[in-house]
């Protein structure tokens, strides 16, 4: 049941950006929707000044207050929905905070850094019957017609399904182009520096590897495209690329193979790979075998070639195109609110992609395959 | 000049020979010429050999020929032993090779590794579909020892664990195709995915490689080379194929390889080491456990 003080007023909703000190691109592009309106950007008091600095931002652009008190915005601004884009490890705190208000929440990826507070978020935002989204790109052109595809039989019943989920991005110096002696580097303070050229990562206190923070959007599309829980995990990990990551522990190139309900296998490579390693961002691709079929998907087109002279070396060759996500992701969770339906991505399968994360952190450690909770 | 006798597509052999260097192929065995004259050829080379071509290798052999053998999957290892051991009594060469390293795409990506272009590979990713039924042995599939070859050239060392599952497979004893996916991990870190199946239907198969360094990535992709052809309702893609160089590079590299007198019996061992991680794959599909290949 939809909580009533939830509902839109004038079919619109106004909506609150519970801090945008991560990726302010979520509350960006839920405000590009028609029926959805930002009015106020929120934080907790005690976060440090960066933080504020970056909501202020988002809130001068927006020509809305800043109020440092989560609560009193949620509480005094009629809002209905709350976008959260803290740091990974806010995330679950302030969506759960925002859910017992009687918020419908909008989280940015990862889902949280412990297990304990997914399975916190999922009773939250089911007692409070409240609508979760976690924002994703399952509405990509390409992604969107493969899953029709396959809804339609086209390949027949899935057999495997595997995604490549590369960034073609750097973050910082290369693995080991750094003299001997530097002391490792600060992940927080590497973060905040690499913000203004946009080659920033996951932005926190705790050190988050590729396999975290970017492994939702991968099985975010298997979870799509074959309907199927993963079971069992086998992964491997490392930090092959940047020093960064290997001076914090954490990985930034990853396998995973996956066993999931119904006999089905699946396999998932990720990696942030460094700029040099593609022309446009980064090779990410979908191929799912059936049994009357396959499909080999390509997640960027439809895009278009831009070539010219003194053409700066970091402005992408392949230019994506006809992109709707960002309108289609808040238009499903308005179609979730509207009809009481479920959204694209809901707490409960967010939870079971972040428990299939885990366990595939464990498989790296252990180097054994290991079942997801 | 090396003078080739082969078996097989005769026509598509003299495309090869009309491309060589200082070699040629001499003689082109069919099912009524099995046995040709000593003294008609310096080397024998079979691709995909088969058992009942046992015979003629080792007569080739005895006769003091060299001899090459393209995937010889379906020969047992002991008998590539064997043959190794009569080579060296005869003091000719005898090689065994994965055809898919003489493919130009895959020689251009080894090529940019060992000029240090890409850096240090860190994931290896392949694909292999095909629309053949595979049989209902648990054998692996050969093709998939071909990856795994392709894989370790590419990487450079032996892989140290390897894990790999595979879809449930039909218990009535129909033919189905078999969709598996191995999973290996190399010392310090890196780590390849290969991903087969035999369940497409029947057709054109499908291949990709992709190779992620630390300094760069290379992209081997059927899906970026196909041709559109448009004869009504959606195209139909076509694949823009690497033609007979793989054959003839191999070939070339045979012939220059005795030429120059260079030692082919390392081969034999790097085909050994893959048969061994093969089997450490149908363990681990029978196990559904991790295989350490520490010290193996």
Redesign the interface.
Known sequence: MTNPASQPTNGNFRCAAISAVKHDYVARGVASHPRFELVVVADDPQVPDWAHERNQQLADDFRIPYVRDVERALREFGVQIAIVSSEAERHCDLSIRAALAGKHVIQDKPLTTRMSEADRLVAAIEQSGVKFLMWNRNFLPSVLNASQRISAGEIGQP??A?V?F?F?KDAGP??GSRRPGYPPMDWLAFQLAAHIDGSDGAVGNEPIGELSNEGIYPLGYLQMLVGARVQRV?A??????HQVNADNGVED?A?M?L?MEG?????V?V?R??A???PSGG?M?L?V??????L?V?EARPDIGIYYRDQPPREPRQRRVAGENDFLLAENFAQAIDHNRETILNARASRDIFATITAALKSCET???VEVE | MIRLAVCGDEARWQMVSARLRGGSINCSLNAADLHPPPGTYDALLLVTPKLQQVGLIERALADGKHVLLVSPTELPPAELESFATSAKQAGVQFAVVNPDRYLPSRQLVRQQLDAGKLGRPGLIRMYRWEPTPASSSNTLPSPLLLDLDLAIWLMGPSPNSVFATETPRATDGTESGRTIQVHLGFPDGPMALLSYSSALPPGDDYRSLSVMGSAGAAYADDHQNMQLIYRGQHPQALRAEEGIRPLVNLTQDFVDALQTQRDLSPSLVEWHRVRTIGQAVEQSLISRQTISMEGA
């Not at chain 1, 491997?236 to 690329?241: I, K, L, N, Q, V």
């Not at chain 1, 006999?263 to 396999?267: M, T």
């Not at chain 1, 075998?289 to 396959?294: E, F, L, M, N």
């Open positions: 057999l495997a595997h490549d590369y073609a290369f693995k086998f491997r990990s490392t930090a092959h690329f190139l396998s193979t066993e006999g089905l296998i699946g396999s490579a990696g790979s460094g040099a390693s593609h090779e691709k191929q075998v059936g049994t009357k079929g396959a080999v390509s180097g054994q395959p």
